[in-house]
């Protein structure tokens, strides 16, 4: 089973030509209400995938179009709560080159109680289990300290990127999945090279130069499919969240790199984050679509 601790976002998309320079103001030409936010992007992902994660966060207590789109996706949603504080949300600029910028507000994302780990943990039995966690919800260290006590593995995204958080989850992780810039910024901080970052398992991606998985002083590396991307907001998530729907499985690492490289390929040639993720059966359909 996998628990992801992980935000729920109301994205505002707006397409526009090229990105904002300081002080410009640019006419969108299209606008878009959609879901998102690193957690659920990474939940939808796992479930596309074939597994049913246990989704914990929090959202408005007024907002009942997130949990509408939420509960469509095969999560299970009975650990999301209800908080006083707006549902969090992100403006995301998307360009005609696919690229993305993007403005992040919190919101419910920074209210999750210390109770939601208890319940979600208690009816839990055996260690067999993954917590998942980011950057974009409160009690970060109380989650991973308790899914440890617990006996559960810990998979780490380390975004947003914020490497004095990362160097002090270190040695309590599992798994850390970051890209090439976040790799490297973790790496000089604690004073070694990226392959000796002291991490069971580290998750690279590399955009276009494809993706590296070191374990135990073992090295894979799979390349990345070549697509036209449309939008990229989500990749990262998509990526994350297909590997670990296998990985937790212990499905073979190749299989599993593949795999989320193929979700992730098929996912930037769609608008969207949350709604852009692909389907097991789409992604098998591509890969094998590759093969011929």
């Not at 207590?61 to 969090?88: L, R």
């Not at 995301?92 to 993007?102: L, S, T």
């Not at 009690?139 to 559960?152: E, P, R, W």
């Not at 599992?174 to 991490?199: P, Q, Y």
Request: charged share 20%; proline share 3%.
């Amino acid at each position: 089973m996998i628990f992801n601790f992980g935000s729920i976002n109301v994205d505002h998309v707006y397409r526009v030509a090229e990105m904002p320079a300081p002080g410009e103001t640019l006419v969108a030409s299209s606008y878009q209400k959609l879901l998102g936010g690193k957690g659920i992007n990474q939940s939808i992902a796992i479930a596309r995938a074939g597994q049913v994660p246990v989704h914990v966060g929090a959202v408005g207590g007024d907002d009942h179009w997130t949990m509408e789109q939420v509960k469509n996706f095969g999560i299970d949603t009975s650990h999301i709560a209800q908080s006083a504080d707006p549902t969090g949300h992100a403006v995301i600029y998307v360009d005609d080159a696919g690229e993305n910028q993007i403005v992040i507000f919190g919101g419910a994302n920074q209210d999750l109680k210390p109770v939601q780990i208890e319940k979600a943990f208690k009816a839990c039995h055996g260690g067999d289990h993954w917590v998942l966690v980011q950057n974009e919800t409160n009690l970060l260290a109380d989650i991973v300290d308790q899914s440890k006590a617990a006996g559960f593995k810990v998979a780490y995204s380390a975004a947003p990127f914020v490497a004095d958080t990362a160097a002090e989850l270190i040695d309590k992780i599992d798994l850390l999945a970051v890209n090439e810039v976040e790799a490297e910024a973790t790496a000089r901080l604690l004073g070694v090279e990226v392959s000796e970052i002291a991490v069971p398992e580290i998750l690279i991606t590399k955009g276009s130069k494809g993706v590296e998985f070191h374990s135990h002083g073992e090295r894979h590396h799979h390349p990345a499919f070549q697509v036209d991307a449309v939008d990229t907001t989500g990749a990262g998530d998509t990526f994350l969240g297909s590997f670990l729907a296998g990985h937790s499985q212990a499905a073979e690492i190749g299989q599993s790199l593949r795999y989320a490289s193929a979700a992730s390929a098929l996912q930037v040639t769609r608008p969207g984050a949350a709604v852009a993720i692909p389907a097991r059966e789409d992604v098998e359909t591509f890969l094998k679509q590759q093969e011929a």
